[in-house]
């Protein structure tokens, strides 16, 4: 029987203070899709645990172990899911409600990626310009606010 995704994910910008720039992922099923870090909840997770599940998982990024300050932006989401990925659902999903955090960096780290292709530190305009996913520009686009001068 297909496991399918729970329609309920969380989405994690990743930004380093010293440079203002923020980390964007090449997808692997979808090499034209840059985006911050992403997944879906599992059974019985909060959005906070799903967000630093995450960042480890993709990044290798340990936010408990290096003691780093995630932000939970208290701000969701609802949004239709990408036909391309579609499929990993149950057939009548079609929306997605996705939770928001930053994980601001004092500098930019090299990411061990095991879910996607390779990495870029991009500016500010340059990530909100990348990505294909309203959402993921609209949340990077906030960024500002968080920086630290």
């Not at 932000?71 to 990925?85: G, L, R, S, W, Y």
Request: net charge negative; charged share 20%.
């Amino acid at each position: 029987m297909q496991k399918f995704k729970n329609p309920e994910s969380v989405l994690v910008v990743i930004f380093c203070q010293t440079t203002n720039r923020c980390l964007m992922l090449q997808r692997q099923d979808d090499p034209f899709f840059w985006q911050s870090v992403t997944g879906s909840m599992e059974a019985n997770e909060s959005p906070l645990d799903t967000a630093i599940r995450e960042v480890f998982e993709e990044t290798g990024i340990d936010i408990i172990g290096q003691h780093l300050e995630l932000i939970d932006a208290m701000h969701t989401v609802e949004f239709e899911i990408f036909p391309q990925f579609r499929h990993r659902y149950a057939p009548e999903v079609k929306i997605n409600k996705e939770h928001w955090f930053y994980l601001p960096l004092l500098n930019e780290i090299t990411p061990v990626l095991t879910e996607h292709l390779t990495y870029q530190w991009l500016t500010i305009d340059e990530a909100t310009s990348l990505t294909l996913s309203p959402n993921n520009s609209e949340a990077i686009g906030k960024i500002s606010s968080l920086i630290k001068s």
